[in-house]
T-cell receptor, first 115, second 115 residues
Framework: ETGVTQTPRHLVMGMTNKKSLKCEQH?????MYWYKQSAKKPLELMFV???????ENNSVPSRFSPECPNSSHLFLHLHTLQPEDSALYLC??????????????FGPGTRLTVT | AQSVTQPDIHITVSEGASLELRCNYS??????LFWYVQSPGQGLQLLLK??????LVQGIKGFEAEFKRSQSSFNLRKPSVHWSDAAEYFC?????????????FGSGTRLQVQP
């Protein structure tokens, strides 16, 4: 595997389900990100992790719970979601966030539909 | 805080014609600037980036962009568009602003290519 991979690619879940999205990067990076992309809305940054530590949480509802066990893996745990949470969830990685900004590399995304 | 504006939501060009996609940013210092492309159902792919130095940067797939500080712009250009360039294009700015180290994305420009 190369680059950033995400599984599953598609997910349909009911509002009472619990599911998890997985992201893995094979680029040797130390920062990882979750974004939400909804139709007709700009890309929304959700969470940022740097060396496994969360550095940003952009007021994301608690029904989204991220987990970063190491610099290569990032999870997004989902529970009791709402239909408006249906979107494409993108994972990205970059070199460690220090005194500068680096380009991010994106996975293909997970298309989530909440019924 | 930094922001990015892509004034054109949708652009249609003929195959073989030249292309320019506009991007304006707002940031008090020198920004880091990026262009990404997203094909339907896919993640974002980095086309090119500007950090410093030569204001005309070359990217992949024959794209280039020019940083113009006086106009706060970073427009994307391609001299001859191919049908495979049909996609959505995102401009992004990165900066060390109040501790925010992630990228801020524009709302995107959807490019349609006519035969």
């Amino acid at each position: 595997e190369t680059g950033v991979t995400q599984t599953p690619r598609h997910l349909v879940m009911g509002m009472t389900n619990k599911k998890s999205l997985k992201c893995e990067q094979h680029l040797g990076h130390n920062a990882m990100y979750w974004y939400k992309q909804s139709a007709k809305k700009p890309l929304e940054l959700m969470f940022v992790y740097n060396f496994k530590e969360q550095t940003e949480n952009n007021s994301v509802p608690s029904r989204f719970s991220p987990e970063c066990p190491n610099s290569s893996h990032l999870f997004l745990h989902l529970h009791t979601l709402q239909p408006e949470d249906s979107a494409l969830y993108l994972c990205a990685s970059s070199r460690s966030i220090g005194q500068t900004t680096y380009e991010q590399y994106f996975g293909p995304g997970t298309r989530l539909t909440v019924t | 805080a930094q922001s990015v504006t892509q004034p054109d939501i949708h652009i249609t060009v003929s195959e073989g014609a030249s292309l320019e996609l506009r991007c304006n940013y707002s940031y008090g210092a020198t920004p880091y600037l990026f262009w990404y492309v997203q094909s339907p159902g896919q993640g974002l792919q980095l086309l090119l980036k500007y950090f410093s130095g030569d204001t005309l940067v070359q990217g992949i797939k024959g794209f280039e962009a020019e940083f113009k500080r006086s106009q706060s712009s970073f427009n994307l250009r391609k001299p001859s568009v191919h049908w495979s360039d049909a996609a959505e294009y995102f401009c992004a700015v990165g900066a060390m602003d109040t501790g925010r180290r992630a990228l801020t994305f524009g709302s995107g420009t959807r490019l349609q290519v006519q035969p």
